[in-house]
C-alpha cells in the first residue's frame, strides 16, 4: 500500500470518528433537551397545582369584606370535639360574664320564645372586635344544638379600633336550624359602620330594657354585642380576652379551638361552655349528650 493511500485512509477514518462524534454528541443534546423539556413540564404542572389547590382553599374576600371560608374551617368551628370542651371546662373565659335576668320566664319578665322554643337574640355589628371575640364561642356552642349555614368569614374595623383587623365569622345572612332553640341576629353594621340590619321594634325593645341599668353598668350601656338568651341570661361584651386573637387567621383560630392546650381554646371553648350551659338551662338539659357532661353541669350550677 502506498503512502498516499494509507494517508487517504487515515484521513477517512478520521473523518468518520468525527462524523460519529459529532452524531453522538447531538443525540446526547437532544435526550438533555428532552428530558429537560420533560421535567420542565412537570415542574410547570406541579406548580400549577399548588396554585389551585391554595386558591381553592384561600379565603376569597369581596368587596364588602366578607369571606368565604373553606369547608374545613367550617368543620373545625362548628365541631369541637366534646371531649376537647370537657377538658377545658370554664378556661380562661371571664367569671360571671353570662348574668341572670331577675323575673326571666321564672317571674315576673316573659319568656322568649319562637315557634314555641326558647330563643337567643344577638346583636352586633361586623366592625366590632368585641363581636368578632363572642362570635367564635356563640358558633361552637350553638352548634351543639343545630345547624349553621352560611357563615362567612369577617375582619373587624382596623385602623385606630381596639383590636383592629381581628378574623372571626358573621352571622349576616347565615342561617340556624335547631329542634330545641332558635336563633336570631341583628348585624347592625358592617365593616365600615354603614348600616346593615336594623333590630325590629321587639328586638329594640329588649335592647333598650335589658342593655341598659340595673342589668349592665352604666359606662356599658348599649354596648356590643349583647346576647339575650330567652329573657333569663345575658352576654354583655366579649367573654374572653379579645387579645387572644391578634395576629391569627381564621384557619389558626379555628385549628385552636380543637386544643386544649391552645389560649384561644381555653379562652373561646371557655366561653362557649358557658353559653351551653345556659342554653342547657333553656332546653331542660336537652340533647342529653351535651348537657349532661361534668364541665356543663358544673357550669349550670353556677348560673
Not at 413540564?41 to 373553606?70: C, H, M
Not at 352604666?218 to 395576629?247: C, M, R, T, W
Request: net charge positive; aromatic share 8%; charged share 15%.
Amino acid at each position: 500500500m502506498s503512502k498516499a493511500t494509507r494517508i487517504r485512509r487515515e484521513n477517512a477514518r478520521e473523518k468518520i470518528a468525527a462524523q460519529r462524534a459529532a452524531a453522538r454528541k447531538a443525540e446526547i443534546r437532544s435526550r438533555i433537551f428532552i428530558t429537560g423539556g420533560s421535567i420542565l413540564a412537570v415542574i410547570v404542572v406541579v406548580v400549577a397545582f399548588i396554585v389551585i389547590k391554595a386558591s381553592q382553599n384561600s379565603p376569597k374576600t369581596g368587596s364588602d369584606g366578607r369571606t368565604a371560608l373553606p369547608a374545613s374551617v367550617i368543620k373545625d368551628v362548628t365541631k369541637v370535639p366534646a371531649a376537647t370542651l370537657g377538658a377545658v371546662g370554664a378556661g380562661s373565659a371571664y367569671a360571671k360574664s353570662i348574668t341572670s335576668i331577675s323575673g326571666g320566664s321564672g317571674g315576673s319578665g316573659a319568656a322568649l320564645t319562637s315557634g314555641g322554643k326558647p330563643e337567643v337574640l344577638y346583636i352586633g355589628g361586623e366592625y366590632c372586635p368585641y363581636c368578632a371575640t363572642e362570635r367564635w364561642a356563640m358558633v361552637v356552642a350553638l352548634s351543639r344544638f343545630g345547624t349553621f349555614s352560611g357563615l362567612s368569614g369577617i375582619r373587624s374595623a382596623g385602623g385606630a379600633e381596639a383590636y383592629p383587623n381581628t378574623a372571626t365569622v358573621t352571622f349576616y345572612k347565615s342561617t340556624y336550624t335547631s329542634k330545641y332553640l332558635t336563633f336570631s341576629s341583628v348585624e347592625e353594621t358592617t365593616v365600615s359602620k354603614a348600616t346593615l340590619q336594623k333590630p325590629t321594634s321587639q328586638q329594640q325593645a329588649l335592647i333598650t330594657k335589658y342593655d341598659y341599668p340595673p342589668y349592665v353598668a352604666a359606662a356599658s350601656e348599649g354596648a356590643i354585642p349583647f346576647v339575650d338568651f330567652a329573657n333569663k341570661y345575658l352576654v354583655h361584651g366579649a367573654q374572653y380576652s379579645p387579645q387572644l386573637l391578634q395576629g391569627q387567621t381564621w384557619a389558626q383560630i379555628a385549628a385552636a379551638l380543637n386544643d386544649k392546650s391552645s389560649s384561644i381554646g381555653k379562652g373561646a371553648d371557655g366561653a362557649a361552655n358557658m353559653i351551653t350551659a345556659a342554653l342547657c338551662k333553656l332546653t331542660h338539659n336537652q340533647p342529653a349528650n351535651v348537657c349532661t357532661s361534668p364541665a356543663i353541669t358544673s357550669l349550670e350550677g353556677q348560673l
